[in-house]
């Protein structure tokens, strides 16, 4: 069964740190992209990063240098680790793969929600 949980949400102050985790199922996991995205009430889910099954890493341009992503083939997981939080990074994040004709993978899942607060 295709699956992704997402985790590691939570309410920090501008500044702190958190570090998401998404374990996914049912597909062959190290074979495939995995990708972080988020969306806010009322907006479309927008991409943060992207990790290659070779490790080469891609980033929204505005997010680079604040949050890096990585994966754990062993572990089907993949983590998104976010420093010097904004209000602004305030979201709903979630994961997904996107196959080479570009549809995605995995049904989407309920997501993590980070806060943060000024």
């Known amino acids: 069964q295709l699956q992704v949980v997402e985790s590691g949400g939570g309410a920090v102050q501008t500044g702190g740190s958190l570090r998401l985790s998404c374990v996914a199922s049912?597909?062959?996991?190290?074979?495939?992209?995995m990708a972080w995205y988020r969306q806010t009430a009322g907006n479309q889910r927008d991409f943060v990063a992207v990790?290659?099954?070779?490790?080469?890493?891609n980033y929204a341009e505005s997010l680079k240098g604040r949050f890096a992503i990585s994966r754990n083939n062993d572990k089907n997981t993949v983590y998104l680790q976010m420093n010097d939080l904004k209000p602004n990074d305030t979201a709903v994040y979630y994961c997904?793969?996107?196959?080479?004709?570009?549809?995605?993978?995995?049904?989407w899942g309920q997501g993590t929600q980070v806060t943060v607060s000024s």
């Open positions: 997904n793969s996107r196959s080479i004709r570009g549809d995605f993978i995995y049904p």
């Open positions: 049912g597909a062959i996991f190290s074979r495939n992209p």
């Open positions: 990790v290659a099954a070779d490790g080469n890493t």
